[in-house]
């Protein structure tokens, strides 16, 4: 079996569910491998701002190309033939996303070869994950949307949310953000707080404090996420864990990460780590840490990749790429978990009258 052809397409989409998130629509790349005996992987490339929508398209297309004959089994082997190809060096930008859709896509073709799941070939037992609500809860909401849309959440049956903080005047205000939150998600709900990078260590440090009785279980991103000095001192003053990660390109920087003891939970993103190969990479190395792992992103998947982690955690359940696909993974809300599909490969299907109807 070998790569026979490739297709890609720039579209633009509709975040979904509904007005949440800052912006309403986002680009992406898709891509289908297609080998000699009638196997098609899909995956998409994206997150980046649109201005770079047709240097993306650009680049998976040329990597892509470099994949033809090549055999779809060797993932390791064709990654790194494509990172050496594009200029070696540092992972950053543009090739690793691409780089990223391409290993998706032959995960897929694996899991459709051999008749499984991926997250079986990657040795899950289960495909059931635990999942929490992400793109919903927004800094611009006053307290109470944030009541309204947090009371939603548990009452579809998410278990735990995330919500962001880190605009605020005064402490005082972004503590009552969390009270909110809270009281109106209820005492056995896990909240997560994300800062995206929005504080100094000393902030991080008084704010954080001041969440201790609000049973926070993580705080994620507070400064700048290449400050790994003061990310230890965050996680050394606080009880709170620290999360981070979802900011770094490839393997090498979460190395750096963990033996700075920067975090807590190690947070990795599928496009810009490299994809499942190197997510799988990233989520050992966090377990030689003894550290948990949790997703970034594309839960429908990243769900098949935490599955297989021993040290998984949680999947962040963000569905803004959902509308790509004909059926996603869905909440079980009897037990708040996410629940990855039996069918060989990813289990996705791109939805071919939208995907059309959106082309760029």
Request: proline letters at 6%; glycine letters at 10%.
């Amino acid at each position: 079996m070998r790569i026979a052809s490739f297709e890609t397409m720039a579209v633009r989409i509709p975040r979904e569910p509904g007005p949440s998130a800052p912006r309403e629509e986002a680009d992406y790349v898709t891509l289908r491998l297609r080998t000699d005996d009638g196997i098609e992987g899909i995956a998409y490339a994206g997150f980046a701002s649109t201005l770079v929508t047709k240097a993306l398209k650009e680049t998976v297309d040329a990597l892509a190309a470099e994949t033809v004959g090549t055999d779809p089994h060797a993932v390791e082997a064709i990654g790194r033939s494509l990172a050496r190809k594009a200029g070696g060096g540092s992972p950053a930008g543009l090739v690793t996303r691409a780089i990223s859709a391409i290993d998706v896509a032959l995960w897929d073709i694996r899991g459709k070869a051999l008749g499984m799941p991926v997250w079986k070939l990657l040795g899950a037992a289960s495909g059931s994950v635990p999942t929490y609500a992400s793109g919903f809860l927004w800094r611009h909401y006053d307290l109470e949307a944030l009541a309204t849309a947090a009371a939603d959440l548990a009452g579809q049956g998410f278990r735990a949310m995330k919500f962001r903080m880190g605009a605020e005047a005064s402490a005082d205000a972004e503590l009552a953000r969390l009270r909110t939150m809270r009281e109106a998600a209820g005492p056995d709900v896990d909240l997560m707080v994300d800062i995206n990078q929005g504080w100094d260590v000393n902030r991080a440090i008084t704010v954080g404090r001041g969440m201790a009785e609000y049973g926070l279980f993580w705080l994620e991103d507070p400064v700048h996420f290449q400050d790994y000095a003061g990310l230890a001192r965050i996680a050394d003053a606080l009880d709170t864990p620290i999360a981070a990660g979802e900011y770094h390109y490839g393997v090498e920087p979460f190395r750096h990460m963990l033996e700075a003891r920067s975090i807590d939970i190690v947070m990795v993103d599928l496009l810009r780590v490299g994809g499942i190969t190197q997510w799988m990479k990233a989520a050992y190395m966090a377990e030689a840490y003894n550290l948990p792992v949790v997703t970034h992103l594309a839960p429908e998947i990243l769900g098949h990749a935490l599955a297989a982690a021993p040290n998984g955690l949680y999947v962040e359940h963000m569905p803004w790429a959902f509308a790509l696909f004909e059926e996603v993974p869905q909440l079980d809300p009897a037990t708040g978990r996410l629940v990855m599909p039996d069918e060989p490969g990813l289990g996705l299907r791109f939805d071919e009258a939208r995907i059309s109807a959106s082309a760029l």
